[in-house]
């Protein structure tokens, strides 16, 4: 029979512990992400791959708040963060200090997430927009890539936190192949 792990199986590291840790050269941007569960779900996935930091934008809300912690269950002390009032600045600053600026959204050129490929010294920020008009126009206009997680149902888009979930995960699999981490 499979056991499962215990919850003291599955805490290997304290908050300190884990500030100390080097993370993938990968940065989340949350462009006016209304949701404080989207924003707590993105700090709780942040934590799991390592990621580098987390800019908050424009309305989305910051640390701290109950609705974030709740679903963060402490990830928002964990992950390094900051806030920054104009996402399109921080996307140009951030593009302007080496990181290739990667956009998750839907666009007439865009690429599927499962075909693009990291380099292994590359430098990420990952983009994420608002629940109803995504990202907003002149990131997309100065994104390095547009990409896009393929659908097939009836419905047109996946929850920004699952998005970001998925991108996540795909990006930090191809960096932590080059990284010792």
Known sequence: MREKKSILELTTTTCEDYRRRRKRSLILLCDNVRSLHNVGSFFRTCDAFLVEEIVLCGITGTPPHGEISKT??????????????????????????????????????S????????????????????????????????????????????????????????????????LSADADI
């Open 72 to 109: 963060a269950l402490g990830a928002e002390r964990s992950v390094a963060w900051r806030y920054a009032e104009d996402a399109l600045s921080e996307a140009e600053r951030l593009r302007g200090a080496g990181y290739e600026l990667l956009v998750l959204e839907q666009a007439h050129d």
């Open 111 to 174: 690429i599927s997430l499962g075909d693009f490929r990291v380099r292994p010294d590359g430098r990420y920020v990952l983009v994420v927009g608002n629940e109803v008009d995504g990202v907003s126009q002149g990131i997309v206009d100065i994104a390095d890539s547009v990409l896009e997680i393929r659908q097939h149902g009836i419905k047109h888009s996946l929850n920004v936190s699952v998005s970001a979930g998925i991108a996540l995960w795909s990006l930090s699999e191809q």
